[in-house]
């Protein structure tokens, strides 16, 4: 099995360990110059706070600055976009929220996804369920498009448990130099709903955002997991 693409920026858990692993894998076949060497297409999915935002926003950000072109769409993206060549060329194709494609625009994924796998492109997706329980408004998705989805890889995402949501705000918390009690911390982990998000914060000012790839499309609040920094007054009150 050749190397994994490294992405120290995401924390690995027993949660997001596969996807974590397939995403990587994409990676490497791009920048390797292996099409061969990841399944096409991959399908994600989970719950709505599982982390697939912050996978795909971190898959673009390494893509990207490996020099690979990437395009990266809402389902409800295909409504608004009439010129789909983007999507059809780059090196990198995420769409995401598929649970949200409108029922007429399925054969336009299809050819999407048709063309990119003839060229060798890879095309990873994400939804709330997987291929066989993949509904549009509680009607099941046609399975023209499913049989595609599950012909490639498909892997699952749990949202965080406990363990593996202290182990990132200790991480965060000793990032930012923080001296949290681990009172507070077990009450954030009892409290927050986090998925696998940024650990390095690339020496960002206290309340600064880090910026990232700019996906097209609606991010779901509950899909945001890259948490602020306190703010001077916040931690004179953790400390």
Do not use: Y
């Amino acid at each position: 099995m050749p190397p994994r693409f490294p992405m120290p920026r995401l924390l690995a858990t027993p949660e997001n360990r596969r996807a974590l692993a397939a995403v990587q894998d994409v990676l490497h076949s791009m920048t390797a110059k292996d099409p061969c060497g990841s399944a096409n297409p991959l399908h994600l999915h989970g719950p709505s706070g599982s982390g697939k935002t912050s996978l795909m926003r971190a898959l673009a950000d390494e893509a990207m600055a490996n020099g690979l072109e990437v395009c990266a769409l809402s389902s409800n993206d295909f409504a608004d976009t009439r010129d789909l060549d983007n999507a059809r060329n780059a090196d990198l194709l995420i769409v995401e929220d598929l649970q949200h494609l409108p029922t007429r625009f399925t054969a336009t994924l299809i050819e999407l996804l048709d063309h990119r796998c003839v060229h060798l492109q890879p095309t990873v997706l994400t939804a709330l369920n997987g291929p066989s329980r993949l509904r549009h408004r509680g009607a099941p998705v046609a399975r023209r498009l499913t049989d595609r989805l599950a012909a490639g890889l498909v892997v699952a995402l749990e949202p965080m448990q406990a363990p593996s949501r202290l182990r990132l705000l200790q991480l965060l918390a000793e990032d930012a130099r923080l001296g949290i009690a681990g009172a507070i911390l077990d009450w954030l982990t009892q409290h927050l709903i986090v998925g696998p998000a940024i650990t390095r914060c690339d020496a960002a000012a206290p309340g600064q955002h880090v910026p990232g790839p700019q996906l097209d499309g609606p991010v779901a609040a509950e899909d945001r997991h890259v948490l602020r920094r306190p703010r001077p007054q916040d931690r004179a009150a953790c400390l």
